[in-house]
């Protein structure tokens, strides 16, 4: 059994390449090259190396991903009988997918001797301190790479114009178009050295663009969601707003409603400018209440967003693990089976009931709609709709009752209650959402409403019940 020993070949400038890097490559016996597309290869080849490259690979159509791995196993099935050199641009650590490969196992020896990357080259090039706040990402292999628009940003790999186009649009998520941004190739190399500053939308248009070019954005503005938190950090801060450094969880209460309730409304009248703004005052409420526990020395947002992320993947098995589900009500089921297993595994507590975890703030008809569905979890149930209309019956049987004996205020709510909660019981065994049912209701009668008011024409105060009734027909129809 042989070993592979992995030799970065620097940025492109021979007199870049590292002592160490030249002994190992003028003793190899079996010498591979990822690619002899280098600058540095001219030179090798003055000094008598001799070499096989992978570049035949890279034009057989395959995938980036996929040339990766063959060259991973072609090397490793060299690596089974003989010592194999295999020498990279840059620093083998830096960008290598196929190091990253070889890495991975270990039924061969791999070492690895350094070089001078593309990313030292740069930093002189550019200016720039790493310790400034400095990202480095691959160009192939960008998406759902968390970026910060707020660091220095270098993209390696941009390749060629279709690269730079992918990169250029996924870039644009988080940088505004405009936004001024500079390309190089091949840094440190003399004589190939190229820089040019351009917009970030035309990035892709520069002809020049090949495997030696690297892309490099300046630390941008905060936004988004990053400058929301420091806005309302600043509004909190000793010398910030006098209203908002006032403010604690249980004054902030009234305010998460009233916004739910606006951001409702909102979706309901299908506006997207008014949707877009109220998402923005509720997210507010959020990460107002998550700064002040911050404050506290509780949590943050991030907390916040981790356990929320967590719970997510957790109660998804279907999505971010090897489970399979039919459709939508055997996910809920299964939340529901989950959300249970995790009560199950903290500390033990008192035996809760099966209505536990109901919030009832939340308006009525919505937690009768929850506990009827929690009770219907533990069978306690009717196994059909029209049994349900009958109690309704009975119930309004009751209410009647009640009124007739005149029986009192009290009672009258009583009774009005159970009529309620027998309605939203309904609606679930419908599999319609009684709260929905009933916001649409309103919004159907205040359409009608307004509708007979301007058939009136003013005289509206003024009309007999019976002529009002005509008009609520004609709005019927006119406004459905």
């Known amino acids: 059994m042989g070993s592979i020993t992995v030799v970065g070949l620097g940025p492109g400038d021979p007199g870049q390449m590292t002592l160490a890097a030249r002994e190992t490559l003028e003793r190899a016996s079996r010498l591979f090259l990822r690619t002899e597309i280098h600058p540095t290869t001219v030179a090798m080849r003055k000094w008598g190396l001799r070499w096989e490259s992978f570049d035949p690979l890279y034009?057989?159509?395959?995938?980036?991903a996929e040339v990766y791995q063959r060259i991973a196993e072609r090397l490793?099935?060299?690596?089974?009988?003989?010592?194999v050199v295999y020498a990279v641009p840059g620093h083998p650590l830096v960008a290598e997918d196929t190091v990253s490969h070889l890495l991975k196992q270990d039924a061969v020896q791999i070492e690895i001797v350094a070089g001078l990357s593309a990313l030292?080259?740069?930093?002189?090039?550019?200016?720039?301190?790493?310790?400034?706040?400095?990202?480095?990402?691959?160009?192939?292999?960008?998406?759902?790479?968390?970026?910060?628009?707020?660091?220095?940003?270098?993209?390696?790999?941009?390749?060629?114009?279709?690269?730079a186009n992918d990169v250029k649009l996924h870039l644009m998520r988080f940088w505004p178009?405009?936004?001024?941004?500079?390309?190089?190739?091949?840094?440190?190399?003399?004589?190939?050295?190229?820089l040019e500053e351009v917009p970030l939308y035309e990035i892709d248009r520069l002809d020049w663009v090949d495997y030696l070019t690297t892309l490099y954005l300046p630390p941008a503005p905060v936004t988004g969601f990053s400058?929301?938190?420091?806005?309302?950090?600043?509004?909190?801060?000793?010398?910030g707003c006098p209203w908002d450094r006032e403010q604690s969880p249980e004054s902030l209460r009234k305010f998460v409603l009233e916004e739910a309730y606006e951001t409702v409304e909102a979706i309901d009248s299908g506006d997207v400018g008014a949707i877009e703004e109220e998402l923005g005052d509720l997210l507010l409420q959020v990460v107002l209440q998550a700064q002040i526990f911050q404050e506290e020395g509780e949590f943050d947002i991030q907390d916040v967003s981790?356990?929320?992320?967590?719970?997510?993947?957790?109660?998804?098995?279907?999505?971010?693990?090897?489970?399979?589900?039919?459709?939508?009500?055997?996910?809920?089921?299964?939340?529901e089976d989950i959300k249970a297993q995790e009560k199950a595994a903290q500390p033990e507590k008192k035996q809760e009931s099966a209505l536990s975890g109901i919030t009832m703030a939340l308006p009525a008809l919505v937690v009768a709609e929850k506990i009827q569905a929690k009770a219907a979890r533990v069978h306690f149930d009717w196994p059909e709709a029209i049994q349900v209309l009958d109690k309704i019956e009975e119930e309004i049987g009751e209410l009647r009752e009640a009124l007739r004996e005149h029986m009192g205020q009290d009672a009258v709510t009583h009774e009005l209650g159970d009529i309620l909660f027998a309605i939203a019981n309904l609606g679930r065994k419908l599999k319609v959402d009684p709260e929905e049912a009933l916001r649409l209701a309103n919004h159907r009668f205040r359409r009608r409403f307004e509708q007979m008011e301007q058939l009136a024409e003013g005289r509206f105060p003024e009309l007999s019940l019976d002529e009002m009734e005509a008009l609520w027909q004609r709005a019927k129809v006119l406004v459905g």
Do not use: C
Not at 145 to 160: A, E, F, G, M, S
Not at 178 to 190: E, I, L, N, Y
């Open 59 to 64: 034009q057989q159509g395959a995938s980036f």
């Open 76 to 83: 490793l099935t060299e690596a089974a009988t003989q010592d």
């Open 306 to 335: 981790n356990a929320i992320s967590d719970k997510l993947v957790r109660r998804h098995p279907h999505v971010f693990g090897e489970t399979s589900v039919s459709g939508a009500e055997e996910v809920v089921q299964r939340w």
């Open 177 to 194: 178009d405009d936004f001024k941004v500079q390309v190089v190739r091949a840094a440190g190399v003399p004589g190939e050295e190229r």
């Open 227 to 239: 400058r929301l938190v420091e806005v309302i950090a600043r509004l909190r801060a000793p010398d």
């Open 120 to 163: 030292d080259a740069l930093y002189g090039r550019l200016g720039i301190d790493p310790n400034d706040g400095m990202q480095v990402v691959d160009g192939l292999a960008l998406e759902g790479r968390d970026i910060r628009p707020d660091w220095h940003t270098i993209v390696l790999q941009l390749y060629n114009p279709q690269i």
